[in-house]
């Protein structure tokens, strides 16, 4: 089965670095995910990595996958006011065609 | 521009009505979905379709119902049958027969019944 479990709250002050956690526990996602949703809005796509990488590198995004512990963290440099948000983490499982999300982390990011 | 519609924003309705959320894509994308998100919880799939004039259940489908006659188009309906239908509700598209295709989402409906 599928289970994606995230922190609901992180609190970082405006500069610093932040890091968002998230567990799975399927053991044959191809693809992770991770999406920002701002107030009233939907999900925008951030980045993604796939299942055979361990780190991926995106301007002031880096995705790190732990594929043993399935552990995957995503890291905001430079955390900006404009960061806070939702972020959710979803995995695609192979031969599925829909994602599973995580509950979403509340960023709040302070001046 | 492509991308993904969806209307109205916000939807006001009495309880025991049905009501109808709209969701248009120019994306050409094959496979739609809705998801229904609350407070403090991930998204939850109620329906979604890989092609034209085909549909599937999702983890909760109860109390909704889907049509898919156009490519385009993935109309949702929140039936009085729904329990507890205030949520906001995300469409979404993507072409699955690429390996990576991530989804693809529109910014929401918000429904309150009262």
């Known amino acids: 089965g599928e289970d994606v479990e995230q922190s609901l709250f992180l609190s970082v002050r405006e500069g610093d670095s932040s890091v968002i956690n998230c567990t799975y526990t399927?053991?044959?996602?191809?693809?992770l995910y991770w999406y920002k949703q701002e107030p009233g809005a939907g999900l925008q796509l951030l980045t993604y990595?796939?299942?055979?990488?361990d780190m991926k590198q995106d301007q002031r995004l880096t995705v790190l996958l732990n594929k043993k512990d399935k552990h995957l963290s995503l890291r905001i440099a430079d955390t900006q006011t404009g960061d806070s948000a939702i972020y959710f983490c979803?995995?695609?499982?192979?031969?599925?065609?829909?994602?599973?999300f995580g509950t979403g982390t509340r960023l709040t990011v302070i001046p | 521009d492509g991308g993904i519609t969806q209307s109205p924003k916000y939807l006001f309705r009495k309880e025991g009505q049905n009501v109808t959320l709209s969701c248009e894509q120019n994306?050409?994308?094959?496979?739609m979905y809705w998801y229904r998100q609350d407070p403090g919880q991930g998204l939850r799939l109620i329906y979604y379709s890989q092609i034209v004039n085909d549909f599937q259940k999702g983890d909760i489908a109860e109390g909704y119902s889907v049509s898919r006659e156009k490519k385009e188009s993935f109309p949702l309906t929140v039936t009085s049958a729904q329990k507890n239908p205030t949520a906001f509700y995300l469409c979404a598209s993507n072409t699955p027969v690429q390996h990576n295709s991530p989804l693809h989402f529109g910014n929401g409906t918000r429904l309150t019944v009262t």
């Open positions: 979803a995995e695609k499982q192979t031969g599925a065609n829909n994602l599973f």
């Open positions: 990595i796939f299942s055979n990488m």
């Open positions: 994306l050409n994308h094959d496979a």
């Open positions: 399927d053991s044959s996602s191809t693809y």
